[in-house]
């Protein structure tokens, strides 16, 4: 019973952040979305931000497992182009993105929210910089941008995504820069060729 009422809190408290925002998501609120009595978010949970939070490590973890299998057979940049771009409208229309912008947003005014946030995305940049450097380590590209640059530019990318989709209620916009990285990609192939290794960091003398 203990885990259907800290499950049932959970699934609520993503709900009301998606579809009333952070500033509405109180303790009465969730509680009543979950159909349980308010005191219960804060024995279980020991406040409303931890509970919110909690919701957030549920949407990350659904969407780890989507990225994963996205990823998981890209061998070149087009590939990972054409799985983000299925990434995004996934997380968008899973609510996802209005989930993590809210709690983003949140931790302007209230700065206590902003090392939760960091730790959570951590593992987040640590993925994105290992698929790359799969995919693109030992290349020109990979010298000129490392992975883990790369890695805080889609960061950077998908934090504004977020914020955006508020003013791009048709999605044009975005999809038109995922569409304009579709058309990059195939050009920047030479610059994803890996090099040849040297051996012993020096040529082989001639004999």
């Given at each position: 019973m203990t885990v259907d009422t800290k499950e049932r809190l959970i699934s609520a408290a993503g709900t009301v952040l998606r579809t009333q925002g952070y500033n509405k998501s109180s303790a009465r609120t969730i509680a009543k979305e979950a159909g349980v009595n308010s005191a219960l978010v804060?024995?279980?949970f020991g406040g409303v931000d931890p509970l919110l939070f909690a919701a957030l490590d549920q949407s990350s973890a659904e969407r780890m497992a989507v990225l994963t299998e996205a990823v998981a057979d890209c061998r070149t940049l087009e590939d990972l182009v054409v799985?983000?771009?299925r990434v995004y409208r996934h997380d968008l229309d899973a609510g996802?993105?209005?989930l993590f912008a809210e709690l983003v947003a949140a931790?302007?005014?209230?700065?206590e929210l902003r090392e939760e946030i960091r730790t959570r995305a951590e593992p987040w940049m640590a993925f994105i910089?290992?698929?790359?450097?799969?995919?693109?380590g030992g290349s020109p590209l990979a010298r000129l941008t490392p992975p883990r640059d790369l890695a805080n530019a889609a960061i950077t990318f998908y934090l504004g995504v977020n914020l955006f989709t508020?003013?791009?209620a048709?999605?044009?916009?975005?999809?038109?820069v995922f569409a304009m990285a579709r058309r990059l990609a195939p050009r920047a192939r030479l610059l994803t060729r890996r090099l040849p290794a040297r051996l012993g960091g020096k040529r082989r003398a001639r004999t």
């Amino acid at each position: 019973m203990t885990v259907d009422t800290k499950e049932r809190l959970i699934s609520a408290a993503g709900t009301v952040l998606r579809t009333q925002g952070y500033n509405k998501s109180s303790a009465r609120t969730i509680a009543k979305e979950a159909g349980v009595n308010s005191a219960l978010v804060f024995y279980h949970f020991g406040g409303v931000d931890p509970l919110l939070f909690a919701a957030l490590d549920q949407s990350s973890a659904e969407r780890m497992a989507v990225l994963t299998e996205a990823v998981a057979d890209c061998r070149t940049l087009e590939d990972l182009v054409v799985a983000g771009t299925r990434v995004y409208r996934h997380d968008l229309d899973a609510g996802h993105l209005t989930l993590f912008a809210e709690l983003v947003a949140a931790a302007v005014a209230k700065p206590e929210l902003r090392e939760e946030i960091r730790t959570r995305a951590e593992p987040w940049m640590a993925f994105i910089e290992a698929t790359l450097e799969r995919v693109i380590g030992g290349s020109p590209l990979a010298r000129l941008t490392p992975p883990r640059d790369l890695a805080n530019a889609a960061i950077t990318f998908y934090l504004g995504v977020n914020l955006f989709t508020v003013l791009d209620a048709d999605r044009s916009r975005t999809e038109s820069v995922f569409a304009m990285a579709r058309r990059l990609a195939p050009r920047a192939r030479l610059l994803t060729r890996r090099l040849p290794a040297r051996l012993g960091g020096k040529r082989r003398a001639r004999t």
